[in-house]
């Protein structure tokens, strides 16, 4: 599991970008990239990072579920993801 303060650093990476998108687009729009670089880093949302809504795990994230494949596979195997058995042949 990932540690809290991954966690709400991208919540606060995600709200940021949110929060500068419209400012970025209308820099971009212009060709103004020295009013870019003056806007704060986590603007771009480039640095956002995909991670498990649950456990905070950044790698094997599964982009259609919001979870990490380990996740995925101890919620389908207890029947909480509504449509996914397991295959066997």
Do not use: H
């Not at 209308?26 to 649950?54: F, T």
């Not at 979870?67 to 101890?74: A, G, I, L, Q």
Request: aromatic share 6%; hydrophobic share 35%.
């Amino acid at each position: 599991m990932a540690k809290e303060s991954m966690k709400a650093r991208e919540v606060k990476r995600k709200k940021v970008a949110e929060l500068y998108a419209v400012r970025r687009k209308e820099l971009k729009d212009a060709g103004n990239y020295e009013g870019l670089q003056l806007l704060p880093r986590n603007a771009s949302p480039i640095r956002q990072r995909n991670r498990c809504k649950l456990t905070g795990r950044p790698r094997g994230y599964m982009r259609t579920f919001g979870v990490s494949r380990v996740t995925f596979r101890e919620m389908a195997l207890n029947g909480l993801i509504p449509g996914v058995t397991k295959c066997s042949w």
